[in-house]
């Protein structure tokens, strides 16, 4: 080994030994902080990485639509015809696929047992000439054929036939026997399109595609495109305004609609990021990879910073070793190469207790973000690439400084005894510790006003009750419907049940909308309405209130095509006021201004939030549908209801002995609109700790050099009647100041990035200056704790110790 390597090696190591306690504190600090920017990465990596794997992705693009009739329409889902039609005009397509949903849930039963599956759609044969997935059993290029086809994947493959071969089993989809066709790979987790089964698009009723194929404004289906090449995208949407006047606009002119579209291609790469489309899929949020990649940058400065506060704060020590290096004929240089080692190896070292560290945070990490991340997942060429910015940011630029410090030392100074000023009262360090606290404000205020924000929301009245309320799943089984409609009479009579409604609720997300005509200024005019489709009882089960008219009558015959009851919202939209009982409404529209549905409003209910609080309420409409819903909504009287469910659950097994009981809570759904921002508060609280946690390292530490360098100071003040406070607080006055810059600093920062994060929402919480006072608080309170023990180490001391201190 060369011997200046051996020498370095060996005063590195020495000099690490001989300083456990600020070793131990920079190397903690700096695994903390290097193990939480590995998670981050994960996390944003991962997020990145949505639909990468598809082979054509740089060519597949997803079709979007804005929709100009009554009001602006933006969605995620075109019409039947859109995809076709290009890829028949256009040659620069090669290809498309469409997506429907068959629903939240579908029944598929094997052998007489009957599983209820979500993640199952509706697919053109194309899909897999367009989508890259593995397909272990089959053929691709008939597996979607014809109606009578299926496609499942390998974990559905092995749930219904082991390790059997599934080709040529039969499963029946609801009420019809159809084919296993082919088995596929489970799609990746980093996919928007999770998928469970495949069924041809064939399978969609001949009664459907018809009126679809017959109405441009018809939406449902999620189309892609692929090209040849890589499009010039504003190039196409341009030939896409020629296609709109082509084939939309005739058709609204032969049913006297003024009305028009605008179609808009999206790259596969941002449609995870995609925003403001109604009927999407859930979403992942740039916005968010921005936050969380700047909290992995604030991380590793704080972290960075401690390594600069106690290389400044050991200068002392190792000034005489400068000046005995120097003079025995050691370079500048030298010295730089000496200490810049020593940060490297520090940070070596860290890396690896980083890892350690990572691998036992990794679970509650997964849980906290809903991943499935493994330590594997580490050796990513990106994250290994990541590491290696990380060893050379922390091991050079954060120990760069302190080793041109102190290599810059006067020998002759220090050996005569004149050595530098301790540096935790200089101006540097000083300012290193503002950014800390300001790093560690903005966390803990983060945490507090997201978490303030989500309460807000899942608090706020909706303007019905969503406590006590179970969301049943029914089969769409012809068999067990005969026998649900008398088991629900029973559940109105017995004990423990308040109502129950032959339908289901609005649960946050997209509500269904349809294209009505209302009668306005004695004209009937088009518009496209949010609906729900409910019985007389709906009203009753979630508390609704009605202003006007009545509630649906079964009695009334007519009412199942001739009644609607409308929001107070649509009301005054409408124009209507206090006026709108009677008021004309027509849905199932026709030409001539005829309607397989056509009557008036009968009664009026007071606003409720029926969609997700990032929205603005909007007009609202229910339609009479007794008895025809694949759902049951059950009002359970407050308290224990335990045992009510559980005879529920025992009368179920008579009525679907080969159908799960299958329920949800509507709180629970309706939370379910914003965990996004629920992520966001357990990730900002989840690194809050860490980056509090770890600037309180560095504090404890800074505050142990202060007192050694001052120790006759507190010696001599002690002797002359100091008391303890007094001497605590001459201590860490200037560490308190700063928490006071550091929160006049945050405050308006936080604040200013607190309002553009709630434009996504259509409701906000008022602003409340405690919450800012608590972060203030709540980092004084930490710093107090970690500074108490040197406190009580000074009121134990010996004054005459300290005296006599060399």
Same mark, same amino acid.
Request: with cysteine; proline share 3%; aromatic share 12%.
């Given at each position: ?42 996390? *944003? ?9 598809? @082979? ?96 499942? &994947?390998? &974990? ?7 390790? @059997?071969?599934?080709?040529?089993? @039969? ?34 009723? !001949?009664?459907? =595609?018809?009126?679809?194929? +017959? ?22 949407? =341009? ?89 025995? $004929? ?51 060429? +990106? ?50 510790? #503002? ?11 983060? &945490?507090?006003?997201?978490?303030? !924000? ?53 649960? $946050? ?10 009668? !306005?200024? @004695? ?23 009605? %202003? ?26 409408? $124009? ?40 603005? #309420? ?56 914003? +965990?996004?921002?629920? %992520? ?68 308006? *920062? ?57």
């Amino acid at each position: 080994m060369n011997p200046h390597l051996g020498n370095f090696f060996k005063i590195t190591f020495r000099n690490l030994i001989r300083n456990k306690v600020y070793t131990s504190i920079s190397v903690v600090g700096l695994a903390l902080g290097i193990s939480s920017c590995i998670l981050i990465f994960l996390y *944003v990596f991962d997020e990145l990485s949505y639909d990468n794997y598809h @082979e054509k992705g740089d060519r597949i693009y997803r079709l979007n639509i804005i929709s100009h009739f009554q009001g602006d329409m933006v969605t995620a889902l075109t019409n039947f015809g859109a995809g076709p039609t290009i890829l028949q005009d256009y040659p620069e397509v090669e290809n498309f696929v469409r997506f429907r949903t068959t629903g939240s849930q579908i029944n598929l039963s094997v052998d007489n047992k009957v599983y209820n599956e979500a993640n199952v759609w509706l697919t053109d044969s194309t899909i897999f000439d367009v989508f890259t997935y593995d397909v272990l059993e089959g053929d691709p290029k008939n597996a979607l054929s014809s109606s009578g086809k299926i496609v499942l &994947t390998q &974990t559905l493959k092995t749930k219904y036939f082991g390790d @059997e071969s599934a080709l040529g089993k @039969e499963i029946k989809v609801n009420n019809t026997m159809i084919t296993v066709s082919a088995v596929i790979a489970d799609p990746p987790k980093n996919s928007d399109m999770k998928i469970s089964a495949l069924l041809p698009m064939a399978a969609l009723p !001949q009664g459907a =595609q018809d009126a679809f194929n +017959q109405d441009w404004f018809r939406i449902g289906f999620y189309t892609f495109l692929l090209f040849h090449e890589t499009p010039n995208q504003d190039q196409f949407e =341009q030939k896409l305004i020629d296609f709109e006047k082509k084939y939309v606009q005739p058709w609204a002119a032969e049913n006297d609609l003024v009305a028009s579209q605008e179609y808009h291609i999206a790259p596969l790469k941002e449609v995870h990021f995609a925003e403001g489309l109604d009927f999407d899929l859930p979403k992942g949020n740039k916005n968010y990879i921005l936050i969380f990649s700047l909290l992995a940058v604030f991380i590793l400065i704080i972290a960075s910073i401690n390594y600069i506060n106690l290389s400044l704060a050991q200068s002392v020590k190792r000034a005489k070793e400068v000046g005995v290096r120097k003079t025995l $004929g050691a370079n500048q240089g030298e010295l730089l190469i000496q200490f810049l080692g020593e940060s490297l190896v520090i940070t070596l070292i860290a890396i690896f207790i980083g890892l350690a560290f990572t691998e036992l945070m990794l679970g509650s990490f997964n849980d906290v973000t809903s991943k499935a991340f493994s330590m594997l997942s580490i050796f990513e060429p +990106q994250m290994l690439l990541s590491l290696l910015i990380v060893i050379c940011v922390i091991g050079l630029i954060a120990g760069s400084y302190p080793a041109f410090v102190l290599s810059r030392f006067s020998p002759v100074k220090v050996l005569k005894g004149i050595l530098p000023r301790n540096s935790g009262g200089g101006m540097l360090q000083k300012s290193l510790i #503002l950014i800390q606290f300001i790093f560690s404000l903005f966390m803990i205020t983060g &945490t507090v006003l997201i978490h303030d !924000q989500i309460d807000f929301l899942r608090n706020m009245n909706l303007g019905f009750d969503k406590e006590n309320v179970m969301v049943i799943s029914l089969p769409a089984d012809t068999n067990v419907g005969k026998r649900v409609a008398p088991w629900v009479d029973e559940l109105r009579m017995t004990s423990g049940i308040k109502s129950v409604a032959h339908t289901s609720v609005p649960a $946050g997300t997209s509500s269904g909308e349809l294209m009505f005509r209302i009668e !306005q200024q @004695e004209l009937m005019k088009e518009q496209n309405i949010k609906c729900f489709f409910a019985d007389e009882h709906f009203i009753d089960v979630l508390g609704l209130e009605l %202003t006007q008219g009545r509630n649906f009558d079964p009695d009334i015959s007519t009412d199942q095509t001739q009644a609607f009851i409308i929001n107070e919202q649509a009301a005054k939209v409408f $124009g209507w006021n206090e006026n709108a009982i009677g008021k004309r409404m027509q849905w199932g529209l026709m030409a001539d201004g005829q309607a397989t549905n056509d009557g008036v409003v009968v009664g009026v209910v007071k606003n409720f939030n029926f969609l997700s609080l990032h929205k603005p #309420l909007e007009p609202f409409v229910l339609c009479f549908n007794p008895g025809g819903n694949n759902m049951l909504t059950v009002r359970l009287e407050s308290g224990d209801y335990t045992n009510t469910i559980s005879q529920m659950e025992s009368e179920w097994t008579g009525i679907a002995p080969n159908h799960d009981f299958s329920f949800n809570f509507l709180d629970d759904l309706l939370d379910q609109n914003y +965990q996004q921002e629920k %992520t966001t508060q357990k990730i900002f609280t989840y690194f809050a700790i860490i980056s509090i946690l770890i600037a309180s390292l560095g504090l404890f530490a800074l505050v142990s050099f202060s007192i050694q360098a001052r120790i006759k100071e507190i010696g001599i003040r002690k002797v002359l009647g100091a008391s303890v406070l007094n001497l605590g607080w001459i201590l860490v006055k200037d560490f308190f100041l700063l928490i006071v810059v550091a929160f006049v600093i945050t405050a308006p *920062v936080c604040n200013y990035l607190m309002g553009r994060w709630l434009e996504e929402f259509a409701y906000t919480v008022p602003f409340n200056a405690i919450n800012y006072l608590l972060a203030l608080v709540l980092a004084v309170a930490l710093s107090a704790i970690t500074i108490s023990y040197h406190i009580f180490k000074i009121s134990k001391s010996d004054p005459i110790n300290a005296l006599r201190y060399e």
